[in-house]
């Protein structure tokens, strides 16, 4: 259980950054501009989650994400401080995945379990210049692997390598590795034939085998830019799915791309990156680009429309800081918990006597998610 001396030290952090003023949010009304990030200034952000558990029955434990992301080029994760009546709390971390998360066990009889978390990072837009081929150090062989690797949910046999290899053929340039060329047609293949889907639950499953055995190539982000990194990883090129959460306005005024309020509970958005070998990682997120084409004002746009045609080319090699990253984890075990792995962990979990909370019912969990730029 939180001391009041955790408390004090809680609130002296919390107010030790100023946040700024939520007239920042205004700003998603403005007419969108050309979709066109560039390596920006460094901002940072806090995220507070309150959870509250209405169901107290058995055992009752929680699992909060926290930034275990690092990517020294466009986010750097920040202290996390939290004040609750739990028996227990501390900073965990899934040996299998990597996933960092804060873990809270309740008392019994504990009749009104809660828990505020406060997190901070601080991120920036990102470019990387595509026509500049440089000599980025290699990847580890350890961290090679984890990112060509098989999951639950992302398989890189069977279907998805003839789905991979079909989309490729022919893409090789004469004298180069072809691993541009692979991974722009796995981009371009993923625009042109997936749509986003807004009856999907949260931000999908990401069972991309199913997806595609089933023909409806629909869902949100979880399920296509997972198909994206599938497919990639099928080619035998590192890739991965970084989870997290939308916290302010597209200074691009894209009000699909952005928070548009305060309130993020319902904000969780994955991205992903590709390492290439003559590049290190780049984002990419052709996802985003079938989110313009459903939601961006008027909606359902063409895929000529000039805002999804400046999407579609940014967001191969480039994506703006507005965004605050938790990890990049698949088949996350949840400490304490002897039931099934998660595919995915970027939405708070928990648990009682019933089994596991369902993430996706915040008004019932019951969590809100507010988030703020805060200058430091």
Same mark, same amino acid.
């Given at each position: 259980?939180?001391?009041?001396?955790?408390?004090?030290?809680?609130?002296?952090?919390?107010?030790?950054?100023?946040?700024?003023?939520?007239?920042?949010?205004?700003?998603?009304?403005?007419?969108?501009?050309?979709?066109?990030?560039?390596? =920006?200034?460094?901002?940072?952000?806090?995220?507070?989650?309150?959870?509250?558990?209405?169901?107290?029955?058995? $055992?009752?434990?929680?699992?909060?994400?926290?930034?275990?992301?690092?990517?020294?080029?466009?986010?750097?994760?920040?202290?996390?401080?939290?004040?609750?009546?739990?028996?227990?709390?501390?900073?965990? %971390?899934?040996?299998?995945?990597?996933?960092?998360?804060?873990?809270?066990?309740?008392?019994?009889?504990?009749?009104?379990?809660?828990?505020?978390?406060?997190? !901070? +990072?601080?991120?920036?837009?990102?470019?990387?210049?595509?026509?500049?081929? =440089?000599?980025?150090?290699?990847?580890?062989?350890?961290?090679?692997? !984890?990112? /060509?690797?098989?999951?639950?949910?992302?398989?890189?046999?069977?279907?998805?390598?003839?789905?991979?290899?079909?989309?490729?053929?022919?893409?090789?340039?004469?004298?180069?590795?072809?691993?541009?060329?692979?991974?722009?047609?796995?981009?371009? &293949?993923?625009?042109?034939?997936?749509?986003?889907?807004?009856?999907? !639950?949260?931000?999908? /499953?990401?069972?991309?085998?199913?997806?595609?055995?089933?023909?409806?190539?629909?869902?949100?982000?979880?399920?296509?830019?997972?198909?994206?990194?599938?497919?990639?990883?099928?080619?035998?090129?590192?890739?991965?799915?970084?989870?997290?959460?939308?916290?302010?306005?597209?200074?691009?005024?894209?009000?699909?791309?952005?928070?548009?309020?305060?309130?993020?509970?319902?904000? $969780?958005?994955? %991205?992903?990156?590709?390492?290439?070998?003559?590049?290190?990682?780049?984002?990419?997120?052709?996802?985003?680009? !079938?989110?313009?084409?459903?939601?961006?004002?008027?909606?359902?746009?063409?895929?000529?429309?000039?805002?999804?045609?400046?999407?579609?080319?940014?967001?191969?090699?480039? &994506?703006?800081?507005?965004?605050?990253?938790?990890?990049? +984890?698949?088949?996350?075990?949840?400490?304490?918990?002897?039931?099934?792995?998660?595919?995915?962990?970027?939405?708070?979990?928990?648990?009682?006597?019933? =089994?596991?909370?369902?993430?996706?019912?915040?008004?019932?969990?019951?969590?809100?998610?507010?988030?703020?730029?805060?200058?430091?």
């Amino acid at each position: 259980m939180t001391t009041r001396r955790d408390l004090l030290k809680a609130g002296a952090l919390a107010t030790a950054a100023a946040v700024l003023p939520r007239a920042a949010f205004a700003q998603q009304a403005a007419a969108p501009q050309t979709f066109a990030p560039a390596v =920006g200034k460094w901002r940072s952000y806090q995220i507070v989650t309150t959870v509250e558990i209405l169901k107290p029955e058995g $055992q009752v434990q929680a699992w909060l994400p926290v930034a275990s992301f690092s990517n020294p080029d466009w986010f750097k994760p920040g202290e996390n401080s939290w004040t609750t009546n739990a028996r227990s709390a501390q900073l965990v %971390r899934d040996p299998h995945s990597g996933a960092d998360m804060l873990h809270l066990v309740f008392a019994d009889g504990e009749k009104a379990p809660r828990v505020e978390l406060t997190s !901070r +990072a601080t991120s920036r837009d990102w470019a990387v210049d595509l026509t500049k081929p =440089g000599k980025p150090a290699p990847l580890a062989a350890a961290e090679r692997a !984890r990112n /060509i690797a098989s999951t639950d949910l992302i398989p890189t046999d069977g279907i998805v390598k003839a789905t991979s290899d079909k989309i490729v053929a022919g893409k090789i340039v004469a004298g180069k590795s072809g691993e541009l060329e692979k991974v722009r047609a796995i981009f371009e &293949w993923i625009v042109e034939n997936t749509y986003r889907n807004p009856t999907t !639950r949260g931000c999908g /499953i990401g069972d991309i085998a199913a997806l595609i055995k089933s023909g409806d190539l629909g869902g949100k982000c979880a399920d296509l830019n997972a198909l994206f990194v599938g497919l990639v990883r099928a080619q035998d090129i590192p890739a991965r799915d970084v989870y997290g959460l939308r916290v302010v306005p597209s200074r691009f005024g894209y009000k699909s791309l952005g928070a548009n309020s305060e309130i993020v509970t319902k904000a $969780q958005h994955c %991205r992903a990156e590709v390492f290439l070998s003559d590049f290190g990682w780049v984002p990419m997120d052709p996802a985003d680009v !079938r989110k313009v084409v459903l939601e961006e004002p008027p909606g359902k746009l063409a895929l000529d429309d000039p805002k999804v045609v400046a999407a579609r080319k940014a967001l191969f090699g480039s &994506w703006e800081g507005n965004w605050f990253a938790f990890n990049t +984890a698949h088949d996350v075990a949840l400490p304490g918990f002897a039931g099934p792995r998660l595919g995915f962990l970027m939405y708070p979990q928990a648990v009682n006597a019933a =089994g596991l909370l369902d993430c996706l019912d915040p008004d019932n969990f019951k969590y809100v998610i507010r988030a703020s730029e805060i200058a430091v």
